[in-house]
């Protein structure tokens, strides 16, 4: 890969300014606006991606001035900014901050809010163009979506767009998924609704398409015939921390796998799509998902573990059970961790299984794809047993690590031929730096240019939620009798390695990356592999 100078990134590699709008948060009292939003759409006024004739309107049932949002946000950006505040960036970015205090269920408020947005439009040359941010609590989504609708803030005409962005979780089963999809459907073109999925404004979850297209070498590798299997690890070490009430009605498997890990999983198993095109694209995702196996309820006894955690050590330090975490219950049967071995009925991955595993309160902080490749056919070696040569194993890593790494066996030098997995690494901050982000810029951003790739389809989520559904129904009929059944700071309970033992093989440890490989393969007695592994 051709080196580009570190740091130099141009104005052309990161785009130009959006077109004239107006971005409507709704839930601008609420975390995800102080912490995300806000931080996100100063950074994109940092690089100079926001247009001069822009503002953003707050919208939440606390009775703030406009005034007082502003020194809201002033005093939040100090703590939550990602690289700094400059005085002068942040002076332009204050003005054009406005807001809108009601509740969400009252017609009122969005006259008021039409009144704010013709304001807008006048004061800041906005255009008539509105983005609407639904970062609220679930139950509000079809309620404000009626109301935009009612009020007809959403009509577009030949100059102007409106968008909605809509939040997760995008219903908590596959019913209300469909019901959700059918209201934002009455009022909005499904051009218009981005539900978005923050794994997908990750660089480096982008950069598998990448990988897999703009590389020609690893395409043709990339199937069953020379893949073993498929893992992927989305591991947390943080415990549930204050979100307790959303998450004892949510759960590990709602809350990370049909969206998150499916976004990994279709990345790295979707065909070649025909182009960049955000339907091209959703097409080819949208057809893994229908691939994947179902699950039959004796398959979800067999091939899907849940767990939840116990008290146990993080870094050292003694943190509670699940169970004694704020607003949740002492006695709560609601998983932390599901691990779930999965197949894709298609030409390209029949019989290949893709393991995914995701917890929280596990022995560390790590998100990880591998492809474990099939081992060699033949023992050239002689003094080598074929099954202690390390297979070849190319792992993406999404985070805190970000890069890719692929092993491969080399020969320890000396007389006696022994063999040991050394790795090629690229590491994202040797070639690119780093560029402080809260990962939501180009999501917002590609909102505002109307490039909805990066943003799931209806017919994507009802997909994602028929394969999980199953899964939800026998867990729900049938409560567990172990739990809690890891010990926080494990890698989740003892269940979900038999799952892959049974099948003659194992997670890899993520924590390994980066690490010097030890294994050797040689029938003389075992050395290290020396140098940069
Ligand atoms: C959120 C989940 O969608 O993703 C959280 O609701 C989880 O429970 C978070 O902690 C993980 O995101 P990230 O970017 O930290 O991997």
Redesign the pocket.
């Known amino acids: 890969m051709a080196q580009t100078d570190p740091g130099k990134l141009t104005q052309e590699t990161l785009g130009s300014p959006a077109g004239p709008c107006a971005m409507v948060i709704f839930g601008a009292g609420g975390d995800l606006t102080k912490r995300m939003l806000i931080p996100a759409m100063y950074n994109l006024c940092r690089g100079k991606l926001l247009p001069e004739e822009f503002a953003i309107v707050g919208v939440s049932i606390e009775p703030f001035s406009v005034d007082e949002f502003r020194e809201r946000a002033s005093k939040d950006i100090r703590e939550f900014a990602v690289g700094g505040v400059d005085m002068k960036g942040w002076d332009w970015f204050v003005k054009r901050l406005y807001y809108v205090s009601g509740d969400f269920h009252d017609p009122k408020m969005y006259g008021k809010l039409k009144e704010i947005l013709d304001q807008v439009k006048k004061e800041q040359s906005t255009a008539g163009n509105v983005l609407f941010y639904l970062a609220t609590s679930p139950e509000f989504f079809p309620v404000v979506v009626q109301q935009l609708g009612a009020a007809e803030l959403t009509k577009q005409d030949a100059q102007t767009w409106k968008r909605v962005v809509i939040e997760?979780?995008f219903g908590h089963d596959l019913p209300s998924a469909i019901a959700l999809n059918h209201a934002v459907g009455e009022v909005l073109d499904e051009k218009q609704v981005y539900r978005i999925?923050?794994?997908l404004g990750?660089e480096t979850v982008q950069n598998i398409l990448a990988f897999r297209f703009a590389n020609g070498i690893f395409e043709p590798v990339w199937n069953r015939r020379y893949v073993d299997h498929v893992q992927v690890t989305?591991a947390?070490e943080?415990g549930?921390e204050l979100?307790g009430g959303?998450?004892e009605t949510?759960g590990?498997l709602r809350?990370?796998v049909p969206?998150?890990i499916f976004q990994l999983i279709t990345l790295c198993s979707m065909e070649p799509p025909i182009s960049f095109d955000a339907d091209a694209v959703h097409d080819e995702q949208t057809k893994i998902l229908r691939a994947l196996q179902p699950f039959s309820p004796e398959k979800v006894l067999d091939h899907a573990v849940r767990g939840q955690y116990g008290e146990g050590l993080i870094d050292g330090k003694r943190v509670p059970a699940y169970r004694n975490e704020p607003h949740v219950a002492p006695d709560s049967q609601t998983p932390t961790f599901v691990a779930m071995a999965l197949h894709i009925d298609n030409w390209r991955w029949a019989g290949v299984p893709f393991y995914l595993r995701t917890g929280?309160r596990m022995a560390a902080?790590a998100?990880q794809i591998v492809i474990r490749f099939r081992r060699p056919p033949l023992v050239l070696f002689r003094k080598t047993s074929i099954d202690r040569i390390t297979p070849n194993e190319l792992v993406i890593n999404?985070?805190p690590e970000e890069g890719i790494s692929l092993s491969f066996e080399a020969k320890i030098p000396g007389p006696v031929v022994r063999l040991g997995a050394v790795n090629m690494d690229f590491q994202y901050s040797d070639y690119f730096g780093t560029t402080p982000s809260t990962?939501y810029e180009t999501l917002i951003y590609d909102c505002m240019m109307g490039d909805p790739t990066l943003f799931q389809r209806a017919d994507m989520v009802e997909a994602a939620w028929a394969v999980v559904q199953p899964v939800l129904d026998v867990w729900k009929a049938l409560p567990p009798r172990d739990f809690p059944n890891y010990a926080a700071g494990a890698w989740g309970p003892a269940q979900a390695d038999e799952l892959l033992r049974r099948e003659g093989r194992e997670w890899r440890d993520p924590t390994h990356v980066n690490s010097l490989h030890q294994r050797t393969a040689t029938n003389a007695p075992e050395a290290a592999v020396t140098g940069k592994s």
């Open positions: 997760k979780p999925d923050h794994y990750k989305v947390e943080l549930v979100r959303y998450y949510a590990a809350d990370m969206n998150h929280k902080r998100t999404i985070q990962g």
